[in-house]
């Protein structure tokens, strides 16, 4: 079954496209920045080029974001500092549609991972999503540029290795040597030259500890918003940010040892904040890959598929009104998805879903069905699967090489083999929620509700139970004429 929308966008993109929404995207190395000014790389640079090569290709272009990643590489091992915050958010509003078009300076500048340009071209297939880069321009929607894409991908994660090793080259004989590289910030906890422990702040990180593990955990979000309350910075001064806690709380050096590139190089080079087991209760906790789904990743409680336009079926998207006022609209775009005709207040609309799904929810027989759907959906053997199409794909592609294969053969080929992959997909994307539902959600409606209102409940978590129950729900037209507001009547809810 094809996806109509992925095929009507394809159609769209052969069109020359005007008016579309835009986000720069730039991101400046950190090699780079260790070197002098490098014009080509100035991030500055980069976002005043790409404005005006944007408006170039497009006269009615409306630049609605910026996204800039400072100081940390595209390649190399994945650790959490290195998590391209902008980038992720970028390919967020892409599926929510508030984007319909990218721009960046080279390809590498969005990503050197293939695991990355195949969500990328993901994104493409199923919210017609364009990237473009200015260099070397590459249509991701044609077959050649996605070969070219993903062989510059897999050449760059090569050249990354290679400088990876050339800095650790560099580098590796000190940090053998007990000092410190960087010459950058203090750790916190530790004095300048990190002889020493700064006793305030060593029982600060050991809060932080007890806040975040059982047996009372709550959010690292929430032990930021406590420790900034109370006025307890960062080693600069700054406000808490989950990230850095995370950062510090899996750092080997708060038992002591030094690392290099994630790996430990010295035992006992710093004075210790916990023993091992400590230690290891925290990496184990935020290694947990369970915990980073639940981390928030969404503004809005019900787009992105959960409300559907009455008068047309598009997603809703979320956007306030010109007097600010939160609610969802259907966004009309240029690739002939949506109208544009209808919205809907956020307040009352979020108010309204909550209370159906939780009156649903709290059915025993219901949690029971939700919970065998997620082991039936987990146990799809889709990977098995995956794995096959994968390397049928990978097989195709040496037939091409070795000529045995028409070009117009093989880009028939390629589309049927990605569009069974992205099914695939979508379904192991489906478990993956139900998989996120928090366990041992309270019984009783109040304790329910008390749940669903909490601070320390996420929107994912929010949205998890929704969808667990709510397939969609239409948001009708109104029947008053000029009239947005909210009316029980224009939400038709399609349970599952
Ligand atoms: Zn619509």
Known sequence: MANPRSSRSRRANKHKRIGLRWGIYARLSQDKRKGTDDEEFNVNNQVRDLTKWIHERDPEAEIVEIYIDNDI?????????????????????????????????????????????????????????????????????????????????????????????????????????????????????????????????????????????????????????????????????????????????????????????????????????????????????????????????????????????????NNLTSQPSNSKQPGYVCRKTNKGVGCGGLRIQAAPTEADVAAKVLAVYVSPKVRAEVRRRAEEQADAGSAEQLRNLRERLAELGRERARGEMTKEA???????????????????????????????LPMSPAALAEWWTSEETTLEERRAVIMSVVDHVVVGPTLRRGFNGFEPDRLTYVWR
């Open 73 to 313: 590489p595209a390649s190399g091992r994945m650790t959490k500092r290195k998590l391209r915050k902008r980038f992720n958010q970028m390919r967020a509003d892409a599926r929510d549609g508030l984007i319909d078009a990218a721009a960046a300076w080279h390809l590498d500048r969005y990503t050197r991972r293939p695991r990355e340009l195949e969500d990328m071209l993901d994104i493409h297939d199923e919210h017609g999503m364009l990237w473009h880069c200015k260099t070397g321009d590459i249509d991701l929607a044609t077959s050649t540029g996605r070969a070219m894409a993903r062989m510059l991908a897999a050449w760059g994660a090569y050249e990354g290795d290679l400088k990876v090793e050339r800095m650790q080259l560099t580098f590796s004989n000190y940090a053998e040597e007990g000092r410190a590289h960087t010459g950058g910030m203090r750790c916190y906890g530790y004095t300048d030259d990190d002889t020493e422990l700064i006793p305030h702040e060593v029982a600060v990180i050991r809060e932080m500890r007890e806040w975040v593990l059982p047996p009372n955990p709550r959010s690292v979000r929430s032990l930021c918003r406590m420790l900034n309350e109370r006025g307890d910075f960062t080693t600069t001064g700054g406000m808490w940010q989950p990230t850095s806690v995370v950062r510090l709380l899996t750092n080997p050096r708060l038992r002591g040892a030094r690392t290099y590139h994630d790996e430990i190089v010295k035992e006992n080079a710093f004075p210790r904040v916990f023993t091992d087991e400590e230690f290891a209760d925290l990496e184990a906790y935020f290694g947990d890959p369970e915990r980073h789904q639940a981390e928030p990743k969404r503004k809005s409680l019900l787009s992105g598929g959960i409300l559907i336009c009455g008068k047309c079926g």
């Open 410 to 440: 093989f880009a028939a080929a390629e589309n049927y083999l990605t569009r069974e992959i992205n099914k695939i997909r979508a379904s192991v994307r489906e478990a993956q929620k139900l998989a996120g539902l928090p366990r041992d």
